[in-house]
Every structure is written in structure tokens, then in C-alpha cells.
């Protein structure tokens, strides 16, 4: 199954965590377009805001390299 219909499965289970884990995939997945890493990698670090989990701090301090949070 490609990433697209997997997020739009855990979009439509609420599955915040899995969710999360999807955007950091597909942003891996885009790693030579930096503008599509960080709309992948912010959506990733919205969600793993929401559901808590540890990821979070690896998804900020990336969109800090990236130069999208100061």
C-alpha cells in the first residue's frame, strides 16, 4: 500500500500516532525537495505533538536544520 492511502487509512481510524509516523515517512521519501521534507515533517511533528509521542523532539530538531523554526 503506498503512503497516500496509508494516511488516508489512519486519517479515517484517528490513529494520531501512526499518523504521525506516516508524515516522517513520506518526508523521508522526499529527502532531495527540502520545501516538501518540511510540509511532510511539519504535519509528522503536529501529530506526534498531539499523541505524545518521543519522535516529536527528532521532528523539531529536523525542521530546525531546515531552517523552518528558529
Known amino acids: 500500500m503506498d503512503i497516500n492511502r496509508k494516511l488516508i487509512a489512519a486519517h479515517t481510524k484517528g490513529d494520531i500516532e501512526n499518523i504521525a509516523r506516516l508524515y516522517a515517512q513520506a518526508a523521508s521519501q522526499v ?4 520545501d516538501k521534507v518540511a510540509y511532510y515533517l511539519t504535519h509528522a511533528y503536529v501529530f506526534a505533538l498531539e499523541a505524545g509521542i518521543t519522535e516529536a523532539e527528532d521532528y523539531r530538531k529536523t525542521l530546525k536544520s531546515l531552517g523552518r523554526e528558529e
Open 31 to 34: 529527502d532531495e525537495i527540502p
